[in-house]
């Protein structure tokens, strides 16, 4: 039964381990592209993207309620992915409507990223308000449809092994949508005229102006493209786990740390560093003794949980990476262009 | 309007809106209020240092925060002796490896040129590391928090008195600054933002899960205060002539013995609250005034002008000789001191450590609020922003509610739309303090006491 054992370890992994990292780290980043590419192209660390990211998911979770009122529903899919759309729509008008009122004005006194920074603070506590006022403060589940694709019971039964996987319908939406929303990204950054455009406006700004790219198009273009990854991200993240502010504003540190890690500024640092954010919150916070059982003999079964930190600590692992990439490589793991 | 007249004008204010406190709600209302004004003062000058003489974004005030509640319970806090009769061993074994191995992991990464070796180290020092430090630390923890865990199930302090801990706070604050600062202030000011953030969520994290040092979310209460009791006072002979001489008039009004008795008895219990919030006063003042004093005379130094010169022109600092990394170093420190001395004083003030209290917006984004709008740069702009903001945050809640009843005043009492009016109302305060941070940064980018620059 030696392979059985082994077999099973590995099942194991697969459902505590890999399974939820992936989907976490999808999430992760969707959202830490749209930080990075606001930090690209409009030159500022934005303090109200996690808040950002609650707004559009407020908004994809009023046009559920919308819908299912209506009857109209997804089928085996959640409701939430018909909302999405709309949603996106609205939040990347708020997304324009707060550039017109706050940042086009620091924008034309070319004011230092700092400035921006703070503005953005402000942005963060009238975001923080709004989403507050209109949906509460309390946590909301929004999901519908189908739960799982693999259950437990059944993988085991099926294979007749002593682990189950699980896999959610959500997990597996989540790995595909973002495979989606990345792949037509980079074609758009790479092959349209433009993704090409901004990448000129965020590589040197004034030879940009010079070859007649119109900023203001760019700038608009940057909060589309930032609503629209910052909103999938935050329904995903919602339609895994659960929809509450406090816990979006939180994932502003992960997100920061995916993208310093990645390098920031990077589009394809943002996506690797996400994954790495969350493939290390995950791996140092599982307890390995289960696993440990099934692979060791009897006589070297480990006596303590296996656990490098308590799950208290996940934003400190974040943080570790964060100095760790910081001390031995301050570029980030993708050395390219820092703006 | 002249720039000499805004200070006193703006102070006028903030007295004018204090003392419309305290005639419409209560007298004690607006002295709890003035005490936490102070202690957000004294915060908004830490940060101020930091970022206004330094430019340095600090986003980490929440940690430095707690690090002063920390300090307070465990200097104040008297030791558990059982704990450290069973226990103590293993926690004081489990803190020499810890200490040892990171000197080891430091001695490695500046002593060893070979990657290969210098790597391997690393990796074998960290697991024996944490493999002793679990050996250690687990067992010990447990039997910590199996001790009376009702009513302590932690280490306890020293048992010293409350107000050495402003001292030692500012010590532990500097220190945690200094490791931060090394890692972090080589690199640019956006990350310094954001691992101060990270910083900060790390020491909340630590204070709400190691229940072995600070009780953790079980919370620590009743800690010891350096100003009278209540109910000392109202049994004390003195305070209760006192209060009969003060309010003699009102005294002698009354017309039988034993409405005077219940009138004075009344008067005393009243008293007696507002007698300790001054004492508070008192001392959150002059600790207030110690700081500002001190901050002035840095600010004027040549050290000071050094700083100002190091944040409005960087390479020309630099080409001057100037260290600047060194320079941001101190400031860095000092500023993150402060702000630890007002964290043991808030939770002096408190009586009680609550880690599940600590919030990045209240305690981290409110504090740079104040620096901003009271104006970067100036010490005098920090109080008088930690005195506006403060009131504002405070004031905010009654007001918000006023203004939602207002809009459903036309609905009927069920109305749902009204009740969700109502319930949304404590949401309004981050929406003013966004308006305001945003309307101030447009229109008054300086702040309302902005920066002097002395010209010679």
Known sequence: MENFEFINAMVLLANFVIVPALSYGSQLALATLSLTIIYGVLRFSNFAQADWMSFGTMATILFTWLFQSAGINAGILPTALLALPFAIIVTALFCLLIDRSVYSFYRKQKSQPIVLMIVSVGVMFILQAVVRFIIGPNDRKFFDGEKYIVHALDFKNYFGLEEGLTIKSTQLITVIVALVAMISLFYFLQKTKLGKSMRAYSNNEDLALLSGINPEKIVIVTWIISSILITTAGVLYGLDKSFKPFTYFNLLLPMFAAAIVGGIGSPIGAVIGGYVIAFSEITLTYAYKKFFVYLLPESLEPSGLMQVLSTDYKFAISFIILVIVLIVRPTGIVRGKII | MNDELRAPIAFTIMGILLAIVGFTQSWSVSLSVINLCIISSIMAIGVNLQWGYGGLFNAGVMGFTALGGLTAVLVSHDPIYEAWDKAGVGIVISAIIFVLSITALLFVF?????????????????????????????????????????????????????????????????????????????????????ATLGISEIVIAIVKHEDWLSRGVKNVSGLDRPVPYEIELQQSEWFLNLVEIINFSKLEAMQSLSSRQDLLNDLVIDSSGIFVKLCYAGLFFSVLLLIFYLSQLALNSPWGRMLRAIRDNEEAASAMGKNIFAQHLQIFIIGSAIIGIAGAMLTTLDGQFTPGSYRPLRFTFIIWLMVIIGGSGNNLGSIFGGFFIWFIWIEAEPLSIGFMNMLAGGL??????????????????????????????????????????QKK
Do not use: C
Request: no cysteine.
């Open chain 2, 412 to 453: 009927e009492y069920d109305n749902p739309l009204r009740m969700h009016l109502l319930g949304s109302a404590a949401h309004l305060r981050l929406f003013i303090m966004g308006l305001l941070l945003l309307l101030a940064l447009r229109f008054m980018p300086k702040g309302v006491i902005p920066e002097k620059i």
């Open chain 2, 110 to 194: 500046r002593n060893i040129e070979n990657k290969q070796i210098r790597n391997t180290l690393i990796i074998l020092i960290i697991v024996f590391g944490l493999i002793g430090i679990n050996n250690f630390y687990g067992p010990s923890i447990d039997i910590i928090e199996s001790i009376n865990p009702a009513k302590t199930g932690f280490l306890g302090g020293l048992g010293l008195p409350i107000i050495f801990s402003w001292l030692i706070a500012a010590v532990v604050a500097g220190l945690v600054a200094w490791v931060i600062g090394k890692i972090t202030l080589r690199l640019r000011s956006d990350y310094l933002a954001i």
